[in-house]
T-cell receptor
Framework: ETGVTQTPRHLVMGMTNKKSLKCEQHLGHNAMYWYKQSAKKPLELMFVYNFKEQTENNSVPSRFSPECPNSSHLFLHLHTLQPEDSALYLC???????????FGEGSRLTVL | EDQVTQSPEALRLQEGESSSLNCSYTVSGLRGLFWYRQDPGKGPEFLFTLYSAGEEKEKERLKATLTKKESFLHITAPKPEDSATYLCAVQADPWDDKIIFGKGTRLHILP
């Protein structure tokens, strides 16, 4: 495996479900990010982890809960989501929060 | 407030017809400006980093330039495989982990 891998690629969930998105990077980077991409909107930064410590939480609702157990893995735990949370969730990594981000292919989330 | 604006929103060109995409930014202090390419259903792919006004970077048919207020992505003699959404992003503060993206320009090259 190379680069940044995200699973699942597609997820459909009801508003009362609990699910998790997983991201793994094989690049030796120490910063990891979650971004949300919605139609007609710019990429929205959600969370940043630098050396496993959360350094940014961009006013994200508490129904999104990140977890970074080590520099290679990042999770986004989802619960009681709203239909407007349907979007493409992108994970990225970089070396020491440099701007050259390496993205995964994203997890397409649909909330019914 | 830090802001990134890209224009045009969409651009259709004939194969071989050169053009430029614009990215204007408003930040307190620029640490770096970045260009990415995103194909449908995929994550963005890093293209260039520019750090200071006057800097230029090239890759195949793409050339990125930077001034104090904006950046241009010049596309010379494009081919259909250059069709994609091109995203501009800035990192504003030396100690800030935020990377702010524009909405992108959807480029379509007609054969």
């Amino acid at each position: 495996e190379t680069g940044v891998t995200q699973t699942p690629r597609h997820l459909v969930m009801g508003m009362t479900n609990k699910k998790s998105l997983k991201c793994e990077q094989h690049l030796g980077h120490n910063a990891m990010y979650w971004y949300k991409q919605s139609a007609k909107k710019p990429l929205e930064l959600m969370f940043v982890y630098n050396f496993k410590e959360q350094t940014e939480n961009n006013s994200v609702p508490s129904r999104f809960s990140p977890e970074c157990p080590n520099s290679s893995h990042l999770f986004l735990h989802l619960h009681t989501l709203q239909p407007e949370d349907s979007a493409l969730y992108l994970c990225a990594s970089s070396q020491e929060s440099a701007g050259e981000l390496f993205f995964g292919e994203g997890s397409r989330l649909t909330v019914l | 407030e830090d802001q990134v604006t890209q224009s045009p929103e969409a651009l259709r060109l004939q194969e071989g017809e050169s053009s430029s995409l614009n990215c204007s930014y408003t930040v307190s202090g620029l640490r770096g400006l970045f260009w990415y390419r995103q194909d449908p259903g995929k994550g963005p792919e890093f293209l260039f980093t520019l750090y200071s006004a006057g800097e230029e970077k090239e890759k195949e048919r793409l050339k990125a330039t930077l001034t104090k207020k904006e950046s241009f992505l010049h596309i010379t003699a494009p081919k259909p495989e250059d069709s994609a959404t091109y995203l501009c992003a800035v990192q504003a503060d030396p100690w800030d982990d935020k990377i702010i993206f524009g909405k992108g320009t959807r480029l379509h090259i007609l054969p």
